[in-house]
Structure formats: C-alpha cells, structure tokens
C-alpha cells in the first residue's frame, strides 16, 4: 500500500525519505503540536539526517513497519526533524537524553509531553528486542502504559528534566577572566589525549578535529612549542594516508570507526571538507610540506565536482549508503583490481593501497596507503616521481570504473552556516595557492546566499527546490560574516566589508542578551521551541557564540568600533570559567584570543593594484602564516562615507603611487614597508615571541 504523510510537502531530503512511511508523519510546527495538546497525547520525536546510516535502518526497520506504524498513529503525535535545518531543537533534546541516558546520537528517538517538555529518550532502537537493547514496539507500548497509568509521575519527571536543561543553559555559571592564561590547559589536554601511534585524539571512534588541530598550530606559532606541530602533522599525515580520506575521488569521510583511521563511517559532510580544507592550507603555511597542499586542492576538487550547485551554492552531504549497503561504492574486491590494472600494475598497486585478496574490512578493501611511498619506489626499483604517476595513472582507471557505480545519495539542500565554511576555505585556498577558480567560486556562493537566502536584511537557514526557509541562527550570521571578511581580505571588494556591517547589525539586534551579555543561538522572535540556548560548545562545527566573538573581533578591527571589541571581550567572558573545565570543547573560541589580545596585527596594503610589487606583495602576506591578522587595501578611490566606515585605511594613501605596507596594532602603525624582504624580516621577529606568556 503507498502512503503519504505530512513531510510530502518539505524540501528536506531527510524528511522527505520518510513521506511516505505508514507512519503519520508531521513536520516540527504549530499543527503538530497544537495537535498534541488538543489530544493530550504524547509527543514521539524522532531527530537525524539524510546521510545517517543508523537512521536508515531504523527507517527500514521500524518506521516501514505498519504494525509500530499502528501503534504510534494510535497512540502518539510522531514529528521527524532534520537536525541539520533545525539544530535548536536538536541541542535541546540531545541535551535531554545525553542527561536521562549518559549519552546520545542519531537517529535521537524522543518523548514529549504535548507541552514539549522530555520524559523519555535514546538513540536507535531495533524493532524488536535484541543486542541488549530494548525493542521498539516493546518502548512504544510500555510508555502508552506510562502515559495512562502514572501520568502524575510522568509529567513530574518531564518538569524536573526541563529545569535542568534550564540550568545548562544559565550563562553566569562560566564567567571568568580573559587571558592567554587559557591557552596552556587545552594544549595539555591536548598532549593527554593525544594518540602518538596513529594521530587524532582518543579512541575510536576518531574524529577529525580540525578545530583543535588549528588552536595547535597557533599555539605553535605563538610559543614555538614543537610537540604542538608535531600532533597536527602526525594527524593530518594519517589521516591522509588513511581510509577515512577518498584516495579516488577526494575529500573526506565522516569519521573513522576505529583507531588507526582505516575503516570510516563513509558518509562525507560539506563542514568536515571545508574546516579540514582550512587547517591543511594552514599546516602547509607553517611547513611548506606539498602533501598538504594535493589533499587540500584534490578536497576542494571533490566539492566543486560533486557537492556544488549549477547556482554557486554547496550541498550539504553524502550518504553512507549505496544500494542499501554503507561503504558499497568506495570498496575494492582484489579481483575487480586485477582485472582493471593488469597483473604487475596491480601488484604495485595493492601493495601501496593495502589491498589484499581476503580484504581489510568484512571481506573487501578500503584504500589506505600503507607504505610511505620512499620504501615502495626502493622496493621496485623505480623513482619516486614514477611511483607518483604510476599511482595516479591507476587511481583515474579506478575511478574511472567507481563513477559507474550507483552512488551514493546527496542531501541537496544548501545550509547557510555550512556554505560560509566552505566559502571561507576557498578563500583560504586562493591566498595559498593563488588560482583564481577558488575565488570565482567563493564569489559565485556568495552572490548565491545573498540573493536568495538573504531576505529584508534577515538570513534564512537553508534553501532548496527554490525555497528559503527556517529563520537563520546564530552560526549562520556568524559564519557569514567571517566569509565575507575573508572575502573581503581575498579580493579587496569592499562591498563584502560593507554586507558584513550590516549582517552584524542584525545579529546584534536578534541575538544579543541585553541582560547577561553574550548570545543567544535562537533569535527572539523563535517561539516554538522549549528554551532559548546559547549552545556554547564547538563540535563538530564553530559553535555560534565562537564564531560571533570572531566576526566581532575581526570587524571590530577593520572599523574600529571599540564596541564590537567589548562585546566579543563580554560574550568571550562568559565561557571563560568552562573553558578552563573542558578547553576542547571551545577550540574555535580559544583561537579567537588572538584577536583579542593586544598582538593582533591590522595590515594595510596600498598602492596601485596594477603594479608588480602589489602582487608581489599580496603574495607575500597570504602565503604566510599569520592567523591574528586582518588585512585591508587602501587606495584613492575610496569614498568619504566608506572611510567613515573603514578607518584602518584613513592616511595609507601616499604620493607618487608607490606600494607599501602597513602594520598596525589598536590602529598605531609602524612605518611603511616599501620592499618585500623588509616585511619577511618583520614576520620572522613574530613567531615564537610569547612563550613565557602562555
């Protein structure tokens, strides 16, 4: 029999996988929840995400089910989220069950009260009981039970569970003082948790952290502590040596189900490519290592091919699954190797990739690079170039036979938050690599959420089928923002600076607390949710107050509004206290000290664009690692209203058109710089300056 429920008309692709499940489907509203207070029947929210592959399987397993149909249809308001559009919801009630249960995932399976308040939760459950784990049909009857026989108990048990989430979110409970002081404990527990055998940080599963891996790399600059380096260069190495990135087709997956970054969970997340994108581009800045510049240009190659839209903006994920099986389109058979490469080739092949004949995982072979390619080249008496094109030649023959595989499934809708990830990448990408296509495409997905998801000078969340919808967090202003400094600070367009100051304005206006200070994730006007959070915590992406203390910062910087700098200092404080308790739960936040504190640099490029030694000079800043700066461009044709607006660059117009540099700190500058080679000397009396203050 085909169904239809209420999802049918979502653009979601998650929601819309489940529109026609027996299961009587409703979106998050006001006519899902106006239902179960009319009824005064509970709520079952179920929460996930189209490339989940747990979600999948509960799907197939349980919501297709017409007999666990019946008995929620019967007995329960069922709403499917997509914790993607709606990470507010998501927050609150993860927070819930990872307090009822210890901990949390997705699928997140959920009871409400009509009111919204959780009284019971978890993550997957089988249909039936197995494993250990209580059956679905088994929970779904018990708590009808519940419902009608303690209801008292119930309803008190859901008032006692909301107050807490209520206290989570009280923000004087991690007030503090600002300093670099906070900088030591996250770099210690980072050497706590450190795993010096295969990289990353703690047991599997492992994930990337390219937000702890950036902190790193700026502790590092800042006090010259080697072991700091040496814990983002042993992680990023493994991990590109690793399964859990695509050796054919680029990019990264998810995260790895065990220690050694071999067997991933193989969905592939726009967020995870864009941050690792960033922090390989930074490692190369510091280390000059090429391997990190081919993962991040063979990275940015993938999203362009595979995750873009013909209208500029990026897709926000792809499954784990093909044809029902996870992983089915990224594994080898030997066999399929042999026959593709030919026997020698394929000997060489293998021997590089680890592929065997019984297989690395449930019998077939996910590529990894097993051997460093010095020992192999030695091995078979060729040089290492010829190994590089040897290996490279294969991969396209192989890649080549993948693309005729079904693939994988795309979650086509475009998040604005995520997109500013990746717009910022590529940002990062052009000043490195210097190719005008990452421009071109950071401009294109620009001008794509401008258009489209910019509405009445307010951001929409996300955006697909031709519809913007869900108003914007937080994060989404946030990230914005930063995109379009860096933006600003890639093409010297000072249109970007000027969008920037207005979408700060904004989330100012709607995010801001008056009475604590500091932001809240929701703007004030959300009306259907539990409570307002601030959602401090960066992971697996910036957390939104994080990323506002940096586009507060960084504006603050570029127009000198001392009051953006108090701000981010007041949102700033307001974790302090946590930060010291948990450092790698504020990574991002932890990064935007830099900002912060009195070192920051303001750099001013001036002079003709035209001009050799303008490009020169350009280069030369951007290829170098410098992660607390901004830079701006000051020639004569900046209006008077604009340097009304952008003060940094007041004055740094000099007769006879010559280009310089300028450097400055809290808008006090040093004389010019008229050669490249003054301002590399500069930039080498930086790094490793501060160690005894941290």
């Given amino acids: 029999m085909k169904y239809t429920n209420h999802l049918i008309n979502e653009t979601s692709p998650y929601l819309l996988q489940h529109a026609h499940n027996p299961v009587n489907w409703y979106p998050w509203g ?124 119930l309803m008190k048990s859901a008032d006692e569970l909301t107050e807490q989430l209520m206290q989570l979110e009280s923000p004087g409970t991690g007030a503090g ?33 390219p937000m702890e891996l950036a902190f790193l790399l700026r502790y590092y600059f800042h006090t010259g502590e080697r072991s700091a380096l040496s814990m983002v260069e042993k992680t990023l190495d493994e991990m590109a040596r690793g399964g859990i990135y695509d050796h054919l087709g680029g990019g990264f997956h998810r995260y790895s189900t065990d220690e050694r970054w071999l067997v991933p969970h193989f969905e592939k997340m726009l967020y995870d490519n864009a941050l690792l994108t960033s922090t390989y581009l930074e490692a190369f800045q510091l280390t000059k290592k090429t391997i990190y510049t081919e993962i991040a240009r063979s990275t940015l190659k993938y999203v362009l091919d595979e995750m873009t839209s013909p209208k500029g903006g990026f897709y926000s994920s792809q499954d784990a699954d ?50 460093s390619n010095a020992p192999v080249a030695k091995e078979y008496a060729i040089d290492e170039s010829d190994l590089s094109q040897r290996m490279a030649d294969a991969r396209a023959v192989l890649l080549s036979r993948r693309s005729q595989r079904v693939p994988p499934g795309t979650d086509d809708k475009i998040l604005t938050s995520w997109n500013a990830m990746m717009i910022s990448a590529l940002c990062k990408a052009h000043q490195v690599l210097g190719e005008q296509m990452y421009l071109e495409a950071a401009q294109k997905a620009v001008d794509f959420l401008l258009q489209n998801l910019y509405i009445d000078k307010s951001l929409k969340r996300t955006w697909r089928a031709g519809r913007a919808q869900i108003n914007g967090y937080l994060s989404d202003y946030a990230l914005l923002i930063e995109a379009l400094l860096d933006l600003y600070e890639t093409s010297f367009e000072l249109s ?41 915590y960066d992971n697996p992406v910036p957390s939104g107050n994080s990323a506002a203390v940096h586009s507060l910062v960084r504006l603050g ?34 990064c935007a000290l830099d900002f912060l504190t009195h070192s920051a640099k303001e750099i001013v490029l001036s002079g003709p664009r035209d001009a050799a030694t303008f490009t020169e000079f350009k280069s030369a800043i951007q290829i ?6 901004v830079l701006a461009y000051a020639d004569g044709s900046i209006r008077e209203k604009e340097h009304i607006l952008f003060p940094l660059v007041n004055g740094k117009v000099l ?20 050669s490249v080679e003054e301002f590399d000397h500069f930039y080498h009396t930086l790094q490793f300056t501060n160690k005894e203050t941290y």
């Fill in 30 to 153: 006001d006519d899902a929840l106006r239902l179960a207070r009319e009824l005064n029947k509970p709520i079952f929210l179920s929460i996930g995400y189209s490339a989940c592959h747990w979600c999948h399987v509960m799907e197939h397993e349980s919501f297709q089910n017409e007999e666990i149909a019946s008995i929620l249809n019967e007995h329960f308001v069922s709403i499917k989220v997509d914790r993607e559009e709606r990470p507010d919801i998501d927050n609150i009630y993860m927070n819930a069950v990872q307090m009822m249960t210890g901990s949390g995932g997705w699928p997140l399976s959920i009871w409400l009260t009509p009111l919204r308040k959780p009284f019971f939760g978890g993550t997957y459950f089988p249909p039936d009981d197995r494993w250990g784990r209580p059956g679905f049909k088994n929970m779904l009857l018990q708590i009808v039970d519940v419902w009608k026989d303690r209801n008292d108990e």
């Fill in 177 to 209: 003082e600002i300093g670099m002081h906070l900088w030591k404990p996250a770099f210690d527990t980072a050497v706590r948790q450190f795993d010096e055998r295969n990289g990353g940080f703690g047991k599997a599963p492992k994930f990337p952290q």
């Fill in 322 to 371: 093909s044809e029902g099986e996870e992983g089915k389109y990224y594994v080898w058979d030997a066999s399929e190797v042999v026959d593709l490469l030919g026997e020698e080739p394929a000997k060489l092949f293998m021997d590089f990739y680890g592929v065997s004949r019984g297989g690395n995982w449930e019998g077939v072979n996910i590529l990894h690079q097993r051997r």
């Fill in 496 to 536: 970007h600076l000027s969008t920037a100051v207005e979408l700060n304005d904004s989330m100012l206006a709607k995010f801001w607390d008056e009475e604590e200070g500091g932001f809240y994730f929701t703007e004030m006007e959300q009306s259907d949710i539990l409570l307002r959070t601030r959602n401090p």
């Fill in 557 to 590: 910087r570029f127009t000198g509004d001392h009051i953006l700098m108090e701000k981010a200092s007041e949102a700033f404080r307001m974790y302090a206290g946590k930060i010291e308790n948990y450092p790698f739960g504020f990574s991002h936040l932890l």
């Fill in 624 to 629: 170098k690692y410098l992660p607390n700066k």
């Fill in 655 to 674: 007769p006879g058109g010559d280009v310089k540099v300028f450097v400055c700190e809290n808008f006090s500058c040093k004389a010019p710089f008229t």
